[in-house]
Every structure is written in C-alpha cells, then in structure tokens.
C-alpha cells in the first residue's frame, strides 16, 4: 500500500501535511509551489539517463571484448589443435633423427665431400624419386633448348642491324603491295575493256554481213565520206 505523499495536503493528515496546510492558509507558500516542488528535478533525471547510457557503454565494451576473444582463439584453433601439434611435433622428430644421423657420420660425410663426386650412386628416398623425375626431364629440356639460347645471346649484339634490315624489308614489301594493288586495278580495267570489246564483236559481224549481203564496200579509211556500191 502507497505511503501518504507529506506534501499534497488532500492526502492522509500526518505533521507534514498539518504544517504545509497551515502555511497555504497563511498564504506563507501557495498550492501552485507545492506542485511545482512535488516534480523531481531535471539535473537527477538527466543524472539518471547519463548512468543508464554508461552501463550499456560498458555491456556493450564486455561484449566486444569477448567477440575479439572468440575470434583469436578461432584463428588460433589451427595452432593449439592437437592433431595440428601432433603434425609439429612428428616433422620436429623427424629432423632431429636426420641431424643426429649427420652427426653420427659427421666423420665419413667430411671425407666423402674431400673427394671428387664421380661416377657414384647417390641414394635418394623414394618420396624424393618424383622430383627427381621432374628434374631430369627440366634438365633435359634446358638441354634440347641451350643451342637455341645460345644463338639468341650470340645475336644480341647484332640486334640493331637485325631491325634495320627488317625494317628495310618491311619497306620494300609496303612498295610491292602498292604495285600490286595498281596491277590488280590495271587487270580489273583491262577485264572490263574485253568485255566491252566482246559484247560489241556480234554487232559488228551482224553488220558487215548485213553489208556484205548488199554488197556494200566500207571504205578501208576510217576518214574517207565515199562509199563504193
């Protein structure tokens, strides 16, 4: 049940709500000041609002925290797996197997290098035989391909006069294609004279059979007005 409120002077009579209706009688305070005093004050609303946006600042703070903990313990989880240490841990005996084998025959490896590498066998273990296979066949294509490198640095040197001489070829060849074309056009205009010239060949028999079936004579100078009958 609601406590009486000391300051309205309509509630439950108590001393406070006594003496502030006696000071309203006296007109010492008025009822629109006791009102105006019942309403909490801004500044500790605003107080109010300023430590509620504090503490989400800070659950929002936690949380980010926490993300980025999750995230490099997920970009750490390849590292501190087991199996992934396991891997490590087998390459790092592995090594230490072959660098105390070297050591072991640190004696006859030394003497070995003294002498000229010739006409031996180097054993290799068998998970290596694939690149060595690889290697031998790029060794034997540099082979195949070495003359044809060598040619190429013989003629660096020379490769300034090499471009002026194909740059007079290129030249005589530009020439070649603007003969060729003017022959080509001279050949098409020549086409076409002979078809003129063969399309009017049954005329001009058609006519000097006509003549010829008169009896007319052409003149044999193409110039001369008279014609013989």
Not at 41 to 65: P, R, W
Not at 146 to 175: F, G, Q, W
């Amino acid at each position: 049940m609601e406590a009486a409120n000391p300051w309205d002077p309509a509630s439950t009579p108590n001393a406070a709500g006594l003496v502030l209706g006696r000071f309203v009688a006296s007109g010492f305070v008025t009822q629109e000041m006791l009102n105006i005093a019942k309403k909490s004050a801004s500044c500790f609303v605003n107080f109010s609002k300023q430590q509620q946006i504090t503490n989400i600042q800070a659950e929002i703070n936690q949380k980010k925290l926490e993300i980025e903990l999750l995230r490099l313990e997920k970009d750490a989880a390849d590292v501190i797996d087991p199996s992934f240490l396991e891997e490590k841990c087998h390459t790092l005996q592995h090594m230490n197997n072959h660098l105390e084998a070297v050591l072991k025959e640190k004696r006859s490896l030394r003497q070995r290098l003294l002498k000229p590498m010739c006409q031996e066998n180097l054993p290799i273990e068998s998970v290596y035989h694939r690149y060595m296979v690889h290697l031998l066949e790029l060794a034997v294509t540099f082979i195949e391909r070495l003359e044809t490198h060598l040619e190429t640095i013989r003629n660096i040197p020379h490769l300034d006069a090499n471009l002026k001489k194909m740059s007079k070829a290129l030249a005589k060849m530009n020439v070649l294609v603007t003969e060729t074309e003017e022959l080509a056009e001279n050949i098409l205009k020549w086409r076409e004279q002979q078809k003129e010239i063969s399309s009017c060949i049954p005329k001009i028999l058609a006519e000097e059979n006509y003549l010829h079936k008169y009896g007319i004579t052409m003149p044999s100078l193409p110039y001369t007005s008279k014609i013989h009958v």
